[in-house]
């Protein structure tokens, strides 16, 4: 069993091998997705190649009235069946084994053998919303019309404005650019933007499916209430910034609000007392860049330990101006220093991050005093 002064520190290391393996996840899926977007690629470049005029002006205004013409409707659809189902069926699959190895892990943290079922906990996940009331479903569903209306919209466009195959292919897959690996991979077209969309979608659907089975397995350990626990670095978006600035304790039984509460969320909940108090310490980085970015030599100053009941805000007003200004943008980081806003007011109700349009109508006041 882990000491309780240890905890927090035990959790957030957990979540750093969490991030590791999600990035297995997302590779395995991305992998899937280029295998089938290639061989899409290929075979559309194919077809448009072979496509007389009077097909091609069919396909801009969304006619499919010849052979050719409906084997490239079939190929839209087909890919469009990929992202839908496809993906989402091999998530599920390495999900089960999140949700058992997260039940087990909480538990055997807190010296307790508690035998949970995963996959009961991946059903439950996936029926309850995730980020900006999506279910599961509605995630890969929304990313698969996405990425079909743009790669079919591309095509309509390509031919309207006269390019050629090549040229629109180019729209769908992108341009081979050598990386730092020494690897050449095709980026800037709409195949490497739903990569990145797939990338997020995985991360936190994951992050939604461990949040619900942490909380299943606090329910089952005795906890009665819970607590957000918000990144101290740099990176922490301004959702979960307000989120901190709430420092809600909230009844087990009746949680309202609960990670993930945007894409890529790195916010956790774990169980505590009524009052919230955590023995320990938690890491910080006081630098918008990830450690790994950071050279061994500048992170003396920048990342180090604080008391585990710090939330973001009492450790952020700490921080160095230049960090602040960095991390809120110059408007933001004036009215935060000199005009009072907390970062709750940076957000709505909702925990949506306001714009600076949006802000100013909020509060003209405050905006005239500071000359913004």
């Keep these: 069993m882990t000491t309780e002064k240890n905890m927090l520190d035990a959790l957030i290391q957990h979540q750093v091998y969490s991030y590791r393996a999600s990035t297995k996840a997302v590779n395995d899926l991305n992998a899937g997705f280029l295998t089938a977007s290639n061989s899409f690629v290929s075979k559309l470049r194919d077809l448009l190649d072979d496509l007389t005029d009077a097909e091609k002006e069919a396909l801009t205004i969304g006619k499919y009235t010849t052979d050719n013409l409906k084997e490239v409707k079939t190929l839209f659809d087909d890919w ?29 943290l807190y010296g307790e053998e508690i035998a949970l079922d995963g996959e009961k906990i991946y059903k439950s996940a996936i029926k309850k919303p995730i980020v900006g009331g ?23 466009e390509g031919i309207q404005n006269g390019l050629n195959t090549a040229q629109i292919v180019q729209e769908l897959r992108g341009q081979r650019v050598k990386q730092a690996s020494g690897k050449f991979e095709y980026v800037g077209g709409i195949v490497d ?32 209430y819970v607590k957000d626990i918000v990144t101290l670095d740099g990176r922490t978006s301004s959702t979960c910034q307000g989120v901190a600035a709430r420092d809600l304790i909230q009844p087990i039984e009746n949680i309202t609000f609960k990670p993930p509460y945007h894409f890529r969320c790195r916010t956790v909940q774990i169980g505590c007392n009524k009052d919230g ?5 938690r890491p ?12 061994k030599g500048e992170r003396k100053d ?28 110059p408007t933001k980081y004036d009215l935060y220093k000199n005009g009072g806003f907390t ?28 000359g913004l």
Aim: net charge positive; proline share 3%; glycine share 4%.
């Design 343 to 370: 970062f709750d007011k940076f957000v709505d109700p909702l925990g949506k991050p306001y714009t600076i349009k949006e802000l100013k109508a909020l509060d003209a006041a405050t905006f005239r005093r500071l």
């Design 193 to 224: 933007d739903t990569r990145s969309r797939i990338d997020a979608a995985t991360r936190t659907i994951r992050s939604h499916v461990s949040q619900i089975a942490y909380e299943d397995t606090f329910k089952a350990l005795g906890f009665d």
């Design 302 to 329: 920048i990342i180090g330990q604080v008391d585990a009941n710090v939330n973001y805000p009492e450790w952020f007003s700490k921080q160095s101006a230049v960090f602040q200004k960095e991390v809120l943008g």
């Design 284 to 295: 910080f980085v006081a630098d918008t860049r990830s450690v790994k970015n950071i050279p």
């Design 80 to 108: 469009y069946q990929v992202v839908s189902v496809q993906l989402p069926d091999s998530f599920s699959v390495s999900a089960v084994a999140l949700a058992t190895y997260e039940a087990a892990y909480i538990s055997k």
């Design 277 to 281: 108090k955590i023995d320990g310490k």
């Design 134 to 156: 999506q279910l599961f479903d509605d995630i890969w569903k929304n990313l698969a019309e996405s990425t079909r209306n743009k790669a079919l919209y591309a095509v309509r």
